[in-house]
Antibody, heavy 121, light 107 residues
Framework: QVQLQESGPGLVRPSETLSLTCTVS????????LTWIRQPAGKGLEWIGR???????NYNPSLKSRVTMSQGTSKNQFSLKLNSVTAADTAVYYC???????????????WGQGTMVTVSS | DIQMTQSPSSLSASVGDRVTITCRAS??????LNWYQRKPGKAPNLLIY???NLQSGVPSRFSGSGSGTEFTLTIGSLQPDDFATYYC?????????FGQGTKVEIK
């Protein structure tokens, strides 16, 4: 069973770069997307973007200028970088698997537990 | 972006009740609508994809229906394990967007 685990600093200074890693275990994400989602306290879920195993990416236009997703040297690790952070970026960040169920139907079927990131000086 | 609006935002129900949650999209999304359940301190769990398809392992008391802009999630007979927050999500056009959630509480 594929499992995902987020890791990274829980505190980031304003204007700096938030960096998170998602480690995949128990299998691969072949033919699936590695997706990042966040949820600020008291607010809704926000899709940040996704990366395919080919390396192609799709980002939320609202964050596109600040986001970079990549795959690590280890095939089972993926990273999220969000630069120029502000307090508005304080949230629980999830990595997840977005599976292509058919050519047009996708759904987020496996989620990590999430990691809280606070932006504060 | 497509706006997803759920109603109600919370509800109180008893074990055995039939519960219906509505999700409305700001534009036509066909049947590209997924539902998730989240329990406190846990990650969301996929319940239903493409409006009405039950994810493997999800009890049959959960069902989904709708198309276009209006969708429903129904829990046929509420069980103690079902008290949680439910989210809809459209996968019609990126960026994917979620409803704000419906919290189902014990009456």
């Amino acid at each position: 069973q594929v499992q995902l685990q987020e890791s990274g600093p829980g505190l980031v200074r304003p204007s700096e770069t938030l960096s998170l890693t998602c480690t995949v275990s128990g299998g691969s994400l072949s033919s699936s997307f590695l997706t990042w989602i966040r949820q600020p306290a008291g607010k809704g879920l926000e899709w940040i973007g996704r990366m395919y195993d080919s390396g192609s990416t799709n980002y939320n236009p609202s964050l596109k200028s600040r986001v970079t997703m990549s795959q690590g040297t280890s095939k089972n690790q993926f990273s999220l970088k969000l630069n120029s952070v502000t307090a508005a970026d304080t949230a629980v960040y999830y990595c997840a698997r977005e599976s292509r169920i058919t050519m047009t139907i996708v759904a987020i079927d496996i989620w990590g537990q999430g990691t809280m990131v606070t932006v504060s000086s | 972006d497509i706006q997803m609006t759920q109603s109600p935002s919370s509800l109180s129900a008893s074990v055995g009740d039939r519960v219906t949650i509505t999700c409305r999209a700001s534009e036509n999304i066909g049947t590209y609508l997924n539902w998730y359940q989240r329990k406190p301190g846990k990650a969301p769990n996929l319940l239903i994809y493409a409006t009405s398809n039950l994810q493997s392992g999800v009890p049959s008391r959960f069902s989904g229906s709708g198309s276009g802009t209006e969708f429903t999630l129904t829990i046929g007979s509420l069980q103690p394990d079902d008290f949680a927050t439910y989210y809809c999500q459209q996968s019609y056009t990126r960026p994917w967007t979620f409803g704000q959630g419906t919290k189902v509480e014990i009456k």
